[in-house]
């Protein structure tokens, strides 16, 4: 008996000093993530000014769904933000800080699921490699893009979910509230962004192939709260004659003639940049980055072959076919969607980085998983092992040493935003003008600045471009306004631009003003209509 008692006392141990160790591990990754934060003087970009308008409005009274523009992008960050907004004030900060947390939220899940699908061990060195994670992750994961954290940590809850669900050592209870867990997570998921398909296809047959008791106990259960975590999604779509479904289903135009370009871009573009950074950012060295890839995707290997070898328990066999089917699945799927056909834009920015982000719920668990599975195999494979980690952890460390925060947190779309808006700011509010035309790199960002003081809008981008409009409200207040300013950003030094040209032409009476190096504004002395200016006002670069 007294044996027992000492077993029991020294598991407890063990578990809580694992649990603690993650936890620390977590605020370690969050600690990391400030410094980058507070370097980069909290920069944030467009598109993230825009979820910022979005939660101002939601304080003044509306209650929207999505977020304006996009049907199928759930506004679940949006009210998140809201408390935030009205205890501590919108700025810049309390934009970033829900994205931020999510992120602390990652590498916790992310040891949770290593421990879940293989021990201790692997739980620890996961959440490490999540903490000190490659600078891509990084950046990308505390973007206030809308979806992008709160899908890695609700995919990553649906998988941790799933694990308690096919556990045969699990008390049928634990089973059950499991089953219910992911039945919400996966709906309000579902509501959030159609990308948990990542995550929902493995969920499923692994469920279906593992889980079956659980599921005829409780699937009606795990039904209701799927129902209960995405009706936002169905009461818009009832209203809305389905736009949800008609926008995501419709629209299909990657084109099997150009797949194997695609997958040209996944090899030599995204899995790059994935386990490094943009290559603009110049981080590391090309043998530098092929070494992670090998060990980052040795550790995906790892989880398939790990799927049915290896020694580890079981009990835990089921959790590893889980994370080998999401490693499989998600670049199939990927190349398969509608969110591919953005990897051939002709303009060779970043445009699917942020929809294959997901693939980061396992790539540090399979190189944890790899290291400690290299020193299990032969014991003579420990100094390799323990190279491979190290080696990892350093390069990460590396590229956040090199790099230049301010450029990483600038939009991949729109790389020329000014670092500060305040003299733009302060020149329009001296000559009382509050609607202004400019690109939309800067429209959202100056709107949030002002707290919609003043309202600005790309007349191109909308009009000419047919460009996605958040706010239509806005366009139209301009329209209508006495006095209108036209907003530019430049080149420090340029001069005469097609911007100033298409002015001159117009005969329209006006002022060029530059209020900083790169940033010129024209106020014209009477009515004038944009689309005289044409191409004048569209994209320089």
């Known amino acids: 008996m007294a044996s027992a008692r000492h077993v029991t006392r020294r598991g407890l141990f063990h578990l809580d000093r694992t649990t603690g160790l993650i936890i620390l591990l977590a605020l370690l990754g969050l600690g990391l993530r400030l410094i980058l934060l507070v370097d980069a003087g909290w920069r944030y970009d467009y598109d993230e000014g825009m979820v910022g308008l979005h939660v101002l409005r939601i304080l003044r009274g509306a209650r929207p769904v999505f977020h304006p523009g996009q049907p199928y992008l759930g506004a679940l960050e949006s009210y998140l933000i809201a408390p935030v907004f009205a205890v501590f004030g919108a700025n810049a900060i309390t934009l970033k800080l829900v994205p931020w947390l999510l992120s602390g939220a990652y590498v916790g899940i992310s040891g949770w699921l290593g421990w879940r699908a293989f021990d201790r061990q692997v739980a620890v060195l996961s959440a490490l490699l999540a903490a000190l994670a490659p600078v891509y992750l990084l950046i990308t994961g505390m973007k206030t893009w809308g979806a992008t954290a709160e899908t890695l940590v609700l995919g990553g809850l649906m998988l941790v979910a799933t694990s308690y669900v096919i556990d045969r050592t699990q008390p049928e209870h634990v089973q059950n509230r499991a089953l219910i867990a992911l039945g919400f997570l996966g709906g309000v998921a579902f509501w959030v962004s159609w990308l948990i398909t990542f995550y929902a296809v493995p969920v499923v047959i692994v469920v279906l192939w593992a889980g079956r008791k659980p599921l005829r106990r409780r699937w009606w259960m795990a039904g209701l709260a799927f129902v209960a975590g995405n009706c936002p999604l169905w009461l818009y779509n009832v209203q809305h004659d389905f736009a949800t479904f008609r926008h995501l289903l419709g629209d299909q135009d990657n084109g099997s003639g150009s797949i194997w370009d695609v997958l040209h871009h996944l090899n ?148 020329r935003q000014p670092a500060t808006l305040e003299p733009l700011i302060d020149f329009l509010d001296e000559q009382g003008i509050r609607h202004v035309w400019t690109d939309v790199g800067i429209a959202h960002v100056l709107m949030f600045e002002t707290g919609e003081r003043i309202l600005a809008a790309d007349w191109y981008d909308i009009y000419g471009a047919k460009g996605v409009v958040r706010f239509w409200d806005v366009p139209h207040a301009i329209q209508k306004a006495g006095q209108v300013a036209f907003v530019e950003v430049i080149l420090p030094g340029q001069t005469n631009t097609p911007f100033e040209q298409a002015f001159q032409r117009s005969g329209v009476p006006h002022a060029v003003v530059r209020v900083t190096p790169d940033i010129l504004v024209i106020v014209p002395f009477g009515p004038i209509d944009p689309a005289v200016l044409g191409d004048g006002i569209g994209y320089q670069f």
Request: hydrophobic share 50%; glycine share 8%.
């Open 268 to 415: 030599t573009d995204l899995a790059p940049r994935l386990v490094s950074g943009d290559p603009d950012w110049r981080l590391l060295s090309w043998p530098a980055i092929w070494w992670l890839q090998i060990v980052y995707q040795g550790g995906l290997v790892s989880l398939v072959i790990w799927a049915r070898r290896g020694r580890w328990a079981a009990a835990t066999r089921p959790a590893r076919v889980l994370l080998a089917l999401f490693a499989c699945g998600l670049p199939c799927i990927y190349l398969l969607s509608d969110y591919s056909r953005y990897a051939l834009n002709e303009f060779g920015f970043d445009a699917t980085g942020r929809y294959v982000l997901m693939i980061h719920s396992v790539l540090p668990i399979g190189a944890a998983a790899l290291c400690v599975g290299l020193i299990r195999w032969r014991r003579g494979l420990r100094l390799l092992a323990a190279a491979m980690l190290t080696s990892v952890i350093g390069l990460n460390l590396l590229g956040v040493v090199r790099m230049n925060p301010t450029q990483a947190f600038v939009s991949p779309y729109y790389t």
